[in-house]
């Protein structure tokens, strides 16, 4: 596997390779943090 198993979002399909970090990989990682961010923010709203 690969090191996000914390995470529940799956890798992009455009990286072909498993462990190999790519510019590309490194924006989705950025891009998925501030996703799953805004997902906290909705679901941790009181209710």
Do not use: Q
Request: charged share 30%; net charge negative; no cysteine.
């Amino acid at each position: 596997m690969d090191h996000a198993g914390d995470r529940v979002i799956a890798p992009p399909p455009s990286s072909p390779i498993i462990g190999i970090r790519t510019n590309l990989d490194v924006d989705h990682e950025e891009l998925y943090e501030k996703m799953n961010e805004e997902t906290a923010k909705r679901t941790n709203l009181p209710t």
